[in-house]
Structures are given as structure tokens and as C-alpha cells.
């Protein structure tokens, strides 16, 4: 049994899995045992977040990445955060590079739809009447036009971001906010967010958002 070494446990924020490495003779010998019991309730998973609390000198980058990849491919989460065992401070980035990412290299126009369980990167614009949904956040080198909503699985931490943040519709988590339509548009970056309960949104400043 492994349930001593591996204990999964639910809470608000989504699934921490709690991985005590002492166990195991190697990561390869761990990462087995985890994929037996992740199976055991693979459909629970599906766009939920993981949290992974163990001791992280004993998993490399390399490992960490081929973790993900597992969990990313055969349980669909969204989105998945490493944090060391006996310590509240998450060691592993969590900002727009976290979790699955999709990147696209064109202009989405309008009609056109992007639904993804994971971060969105554009880099183009997003025309008036096109939409972007994103269970993470959402980050256009353009302008943004369209309507878009980050967070769609309820993570109110999301971001939007564009070059020109001038959308029809804009949502994050639960909340939803409209552009006005006489306002005078900035030309530098902007990043929305959620603070306070309402969006704002504000000048993108370096080193801030990660």
C-alpha cells in the first residue's frame, strides 16, 4: 500500500498531493506509485488544480517537467504547482509559464473561438467579435479587441495582458467588466486583475506579474 507515502487531500484552492520521497527508492519509483493512485479517481481530475507539497531536492527540473506532462496528458488537469514539504512559500513559478500553454502565431478574427484548459499566448491581435476562453491567463502581444475571459475554471489569480487592452468584454474568474467606449486608449501595456473583488486594470511594470 502507498497511501502512507502518497496522501491526496482536498481543499478550496483545488488538490494538494503530498509526496514524501523518503519512501521511494528513486523518482521513477515515486512517479509509478503516483500515477497508480491518481488512476484510481482519473475522472475527478480533469481541470483541476494540483498542488505537488514534497521535499524538491530530491526532484530535478527534468523530472518535474516529465511529471507534468503525465498529469497535463493522461489526467487533464489545468494547471499544476509545486510546493516544499513544511514550507507555506511556493518554490515553483507560477505565473504565465505555468501549466499547459498554447501558443498561436496569428491574428484571431472575428467568429473565431479559443477555448483552452491552460494559459493562452497570442502573439497577433484578437479582433472585435472573436473570443478567447483560458482556464489560465491570457497574454496578447497585439492589440486585444474581442472578448476574453481567463480563469473559466473559477482561478481568480488569472491575468490578462496585451499590448493594447482595449477589449468588447473582459472576465476573470467570476467577474465581468465591459470597456468604455469613449475612454482614451493608452499606448503602453496593460495588465487586468482581479483586486479587491473588482477588475482593474493597470500599467504592465517589469518583474511585477511573476
Do not use: W
Request: proline share 3%.
Amino acid at each position: 500500500m502507498i497511501t502512507d507515502k502518497i496522501i491526496i487531500k482536498g481543499n478550496k484552492e483545488g488538490l494538494n498531493v503530498v509526496i514524501n520521497m523518503n519512501h521511494f527508492s528513486d523518482f521513477d519509483d515515486m512517479l509509478e506509485s503516483l500515477v497508480d493512485k491518481l488512476m484510481q479517481g482519473r475522472k475527478f481530475y480533469k481541470g483541476s488544480t494540483l498542488k505537488i507539497t514534497t521535499e524538491l531536492k530530491y526532484i530535478n527540473d527534468r523530472e518535474i517537467r516529465k511529471l507534468k506532462e503525465i498529469l497535463f496528458d493522461e489526467f487533464l488537469i489545468s494547471d499544476c504547482i509545486f510546493q516544499e514539504q513544511g514550507d507555506s512559500t511556493t518554490k515553483v513559478f507560477t505565473g504565465i509559464y505555468e501549466g499547459r500553454t498554447k501558443f498561436l502565431r496569428k491574428t484571431i478574427r472575428s467568429g473565431q473561438s479559443i477555448n483552452y484548459p491552460g494559459n493562452v499566448v497570442i502573439i497577433g491581435d484578437v479582433n472585435p467579435g472573436a473570443e478567447i476562453y483560458a482556464a489560465g491567463n491570457i497574454i496578447v502581444f497585439g492589440t486585444l479587441r474581442g472578448a476574453v475571459h481567463a480563469g473559466t475554471n473559477g482561478n481568480e489569480k488569472a491575468i490578462i495582458a496585451a499590448f493594447k487592452l482595449e477589449p468588447q468584454i473582459l472576465q476573470i474568474g467570476n467577474i465581468i467588466t465591459r470597456s468604455p467606449e469613449d475612454e482614451i486608449k493608452p499606448q503602453y501595456p496593460e495588465v487586468a486583475k482581479i483586486k479587491n473583488g473588482n477588475i482593474i486594470v493597470e500599467p504592465y511594470l517589469d518583474n511585477k506579474y511573476i
